[in-house]
């Protein structure tokens, strides 16, 4: 199955990143000795406690993020097809468009920029712009092809060229149904695929850091940060109609991922330099990367798709309410820049 594939080719590209970023470890001299960010001191005994409960608590807000649409589909109101599920994925997409655009991509441009890495080529090229745009256009393609090659496997396209002419209605509807799911399927995979790229990344950061105050903000911006995204996520998983098996494979992979990435920067705080050109240069292109996805994902695949359908087309009311939570949700994020 397409899906497979898909499946496939992500963990093949996740594992590719895993082997690019192991070369991360080289120090830059002239940024070795940085061991303090503004007046905080690096503490390592208390920074490795805030660590711990930043797992924990991550972990927690990430599981009850992504699994409330999930446990709420039995409840009506909150139904793939009422009004009040569409107002919250716009919420939540509003949170996934505030992510790429003040946090993670500011945070690639600051990284790619730093006085720790050469003049040339970093500070003659806006790298971090290039890419994002890049990765966009590569998330649109496989997006496209993706639902393409589903559909012909089910011989979705085929299919709807007959039912023009001799369908009935009740055919047509199955088949809509059918190419709806279908795309619902790809969107929530690609969607996880840039979550877990950016929270590998922002978990790793964390873990390594060892700076109280640097921790404390991030872990209060984190679990807001997950909670909501899971809940964007969850909506589309919800809506993708996964068996059981598969939808809590895609919920364990959300949930973990950021605190695996805080324990394994804990064992590398050692060894790993944040501040040295290798890790700048990697976490940099990374964050590049998730942004374009994430900022394609947002507008696109979850704003775009919504707000261009029949159900918002219909309603003037429910769209300028859909602007509202989406406003809320992106303006959400940019506050929490002002900490993390």
Known sequence: MASKNF???????????SIFTSNVMAVSPKCEEESKEGNCANDK?????????????????????????????????????KNLFLIVKAFSAGIILGTGFMHVLPDSF????????????????????LLAMFSAIVTMMIDSIATSVTNNKKGLHVAAINANGDEEKAGDDKLE???????????????????????????????VSN????????????????????????????????KFIKKT??????????????????????SYKENSPKALVTTGLLNASSAGLL???????????????PKLQGSIKLQLKSYVAVFLGACGMSVLAIWA
């Open 211 to 242: 700076n109280p105050c640097t921790i404390k903000g991030l872990v209060a911006a984190l679990c807001f940060h997950q909670m909501f995204e899971g809940m964007g996520l969850g909506g589309c998983i919800l809506q993708a109609d996964y």
């Open 295 to 309: 900022i394609y994902m947002a507008l696109v695949d979850l704003l775009a798709a919504d707000f261009m359908g």
């Open 7 to 17: 499946t496939i080719l992500c963990l093949i590209f996740l594992m590719s990143l």
């Open 45 to 81: 005994h208390k920074a490795l406690s805030l660590k711990v409960i930043a797992i924990v608590s991550i972990l927690v807000t990430s599981i009850i993020g992504v699994c409330l649409p999930l446990v709420t589909r039995c409840v009506k109101a909150f139904s793939p097809q």
């Open 177 to 207: 149904h059918e190419k709806s799911l279908s795309r619902y399927r790809v969107i929530a995979m690609v969607l996880e695929l840039g979550i877990i790229v950016h929270s590998i990344v922002i978990g790793l950061s964390l873990g």
């Open 110 to 129: 600051e990284m790619l920029s730093s006085s720790c890495l050469p003049d040339f080529p970093w500070h003659f090229f806006p790298f971090s712009g």
């Open 249 to 270: 494979i895609m919920v364990f992979f959300f949930a973990v991922t950021t605190p695996a990435g805080i324990a394994v920067g804990i064992l590398l705080s050692n």
